[in-house]
């Protein structure tokens, strides 16, 4: 999904909260360093801003000049057990805090969110490289978690049974499970983090943040504004870090619960470790979502939808389309229109007004995608649209750019299907059927989404039918639900039971407590030896 490295749990570039403030934001060097100083981004834990103590930081790039433009903290095993430590702490009274309390609360937090939109967004940009309507996007969605869990009360009702014996009632409640943690991806620093932290919050437990170490600045301004919001100090914590702060997550004890985002590797790591440890894991991984196309649909619509949902965020998302899977006759028009529309997109910097697509987040990762456009050929594709020839890439001093490239004629056999390419590298196979077409979707190992575009209402309902995808788009090439549904994959997409955020994010921050009770008349209790009977 979307991906961290191998090395650690997520990838990490950031920038420091001085350098993007807006002019004159009380924000700037909040952070703990100084104005034209490359400094470092550090900790929050118990409130407040916590240097590094283990001598270790790792580069904070700008994608879009390729310079370190600060570095940040990785926290040792001491780091981490001081942050659960003081969430541990929090614990007991925010747990007791009344559920109006905690929603006039997030009610604060999510209009002090919308209020600084922009800032966070200037982060996004400075550090992942997504221009600024992306990056504003991206917030936007994160908002609308917020908004969820200030619903609280009534996501939290348990049911009541009155009578279910005679004399005796039964119902259920749900309470919170206690320190949980989140480790989140470089692709989406500011929306993850809200898919996890708001519910979590919101159900009573206190929660421990390891955000990707690539762009880690926005979830310290996050931390500053749900202080000004009035979250108690240890309930919302940040430490930064590699796979030594992602292991102490993984093994410190007093850790219930850990909610994931990352590639399918780490991702079944995470379950596997986390789970061995006594915990709670949901862990998303990796994807792979086909756009299929019937020969009936809209040749422009589906082209639009192809180019928006291939190269947005330059192709760094999970629900990216990364293989649109053309039937019968629609494949040479289709192809046609999706490459009449790429010169007409603006790769550029954020700082760019016109930009709509930014630079990948780190070289390293720019160049594993541009080479499957030597991978590609090799094995028996058309390149029809090369990004390595945009000029940008050349000229930016080592910015991170890759333009807009197009793959046709790609096979299962292929290492540009096979893998997880995150970028903007859109593939093209041609199918003869509907029937191959959804063979293709049910037989890749991964099953995030998927789309389908056609004007059959029939073919339509039978694909939401068949596809063996956790979310499915009909003419809508993105499906990722609203805040009040869930969001999660099927097979290799997903380690764990509950999808992430919603109803079922409410489920996994909470455990069901059932509650059996008599109040009987004086003089009428008596031993009853017997198991208990409902008649």
Request: glycine share 12%.
């Amino acid at each position: 999904m979307m991906h961290p490295e191998p090395s650690g749990a997520t990838e990490g570039q950031g920038q420091t909260m001085t350098q993007v403030a807006e002019p004159g934001s009380a924000r700037a060097g909040a952070n703990g360093h100084e104005t034209g100083a490359i400094g470092a981004v550090h900790h929050w834990i118990g409130g407040r801003i916590v240097e590094g103590a283990s001598g270790r930081r790792g580069p904070v790039y700008d994608p879009a000049t390729g310079r370190i433009a600060r570095e940040v903290d990785f926290a040792n095993d001491d780091e981490v057990g001081a942050a659960v430590a003081a969430a541990t702490a929090a614990f007991p009274a925010w747990r007791s805090t009344s559920l109006s309390k905690r929603t006039e609360i997030l009610f604060r937090v999510r209009n002090l969110v919308e209020t600084h939109r922009k800032e966070i967004a200037g982060h996004l940009t400075a550090e992942h490289g997504k221009v600024p309507s992306d990056a504003l996007g991206e917030v936007a969605r994160g908002i609308e978690n917020l908004e969820f869990a200030c619903g609280i009360p009534n996501l939290l009702k348990g049911g009541f049974t009155e009578q279910a014996s005679t004399g005796v009632d039964v119902f259920q409640i749900r309470q919170p499970i206690g320190v949980v943690a989140g480790i989140t991806p470089f692709n989406f620093p500011a929306m993850v983090p809200m898919w996890m932290f708001a519910n979590a919050i919101a159900c009573g437990n206190t929660f421990v943040l390891k955000p990707s170490e690539k762009d880690p600045s926005a979830s310290m301004l996050i931390a500053e504004l749900l202080h000004d919001a009035g979250v108690p100090d240890g309930v919302f914590n940040v430490v930064h870090g590699d796979k030594v702060a992602v292991d102490a997550i993984l093994t410190h004890p007093d850790i219930a619960a850990i909610s994931f985002v990352g590639s399918t590797p780490i991702a079944r790591y995470i379950y596997e470790t986390g789970t061995k440890n006594g915990k709670r894991v949901q862990a998303l991984g990796g994807a792979k979502n086909h756009m299929i196309v019937l020969p009936d649909a809209d040749i422009d619509m589906a082209a639009d939808a192809a180019v928006s949902a291939g190269y947005g965020s330059a192709g760094e998302r999970c629900m990216a389309i990364a293989t649109v899977v053309a039937v019968g006759a629609v494949a040479d028009p289709l192809v046609e229109a999706i490459k009449a529309r790429l010169p007409k997109i603006k790769v550029g910097p954020g700082s760019d007004p016109d930009a709509e697509m930014g630079p990948l987040v780190t070289k390293q990762h720019r160049d594993k995608v541009a080479s499957y456009l030597d991978s590609g050929p090799a094995q028996g594709a058309t390149v029809v649209t090369d990004g390595r020839e945009h000029p940008l890439y050349d000229e930016s001093e080592g910015g991170f750019f890759l333009g807009l490239s197009l793959i046709d004629n790609v096979t299962t056999d292929m290492d540009a299907y096979k893998d997880e390419i995150f970028g903007p590298v859109l593939t093209v196979m041609r199918v003869d059927t509907y029937e191959e077409a959804v063979h293709l979707v049910n037989d890749n190992p991964y099953g995030n989404g998927t789309a389908i575009f056609t004007r059959d209402g029939g073919a339509a309902r039978q694909f939401q039918f068949e596809a063996k995808a956790g979310m499915v788009g009909i003419n809508v090439p993105i499906p990722v639900p609203v805040a009040y549904y869930s969001f999660g994959g099927w097979k290799a997409s997903l380690f764990g039971d509950l999808h992430m955020y919603g109803p079922e994010g409410i489920q996994f921050y909470t455990r069901a407590k059932i509650v059996t009770q008599r109040w009987p008349d004086p003089g009428t209790s008596k031993v009853d030896l017997g198991f208990p009977r409902t008649r």
